[in-house]
């Protein structure tokens, strides 16, 4: 049975790609509608090519959100592989390297050689410490 997008009445877009890009996972990321933390994983995205939703809430929406998330926090992630099986996961630096280590096949945003590894671990370490300074801002 062919599956049918029930707004469009088309096959939904993973209906037509190769199995391979069809296998892909869902992914939904759910943050407040600023950029803040959840930006530098949407960017992630991106740049990979990964389709997401991008979940866009509003703080009244957070209160009931709140005890349903790790932690406690946002941003959050929800992946369903093609199984259907489910994570969620926070933590945005978590979810950036996710990204990248998973879905950049150029190696470019995180590479595979240690010592490159290590360079990129030291950036975003910095790109921690700055971003801590600047909070108080």
């Known amino acids: 049975q062919e599956q049918v997008d029930h707004v469009s009445g088309q096959p939904p877009p993973t209906a037509s790609l190769p199995p391979q890009l069809a296998a892909?996972?869902?992914i939904k990321l759910t943050?407040?509608?600023?950029e803040a933390a959840a930006e530098k994983v949407r960017l992630a995205l991106i740049m990979t090519g990964t389709p997401f939703e991008d979940n866009r809430i509003d703080f009244e929406?957070?209160?009931?959100l709140k005890p349903t998330t790790?932690?406690?926090q946002l941003p959050m992630m929800e992946v369903t592989e093609d199984d259907g099986s489910?994570?969620?996961f926070?933590?945005?630096?978590?979810?950036?390297?996710w990204v990248a280590r998973k879905f950049d096949k150029t190696g470019h945003l995180y590479p595979a050689d240690a010592d490159a590894g290590l360079e990129m671990e030291e950036?975003?370490?910095?790109s921690d410490d700055m971003a801590r300074e600047w909070t108080p801002a």
């Open 31 to 34: 943050y407040f509608n600023i």
């Open 24 to 26: 892909m996972p869902t």
């Open 86 to 88: 489910k994570k969620t």
């Open 123 to 126: 950036v975003l370490g910095l």
């Open 61 to 64: 929406a957070w209160k009931a």
């Open 70 to 72: 790790p932690f406690g």
């Open 90 to 97: 926070a933590q945005s630096v978590a979810m950036m390297r």
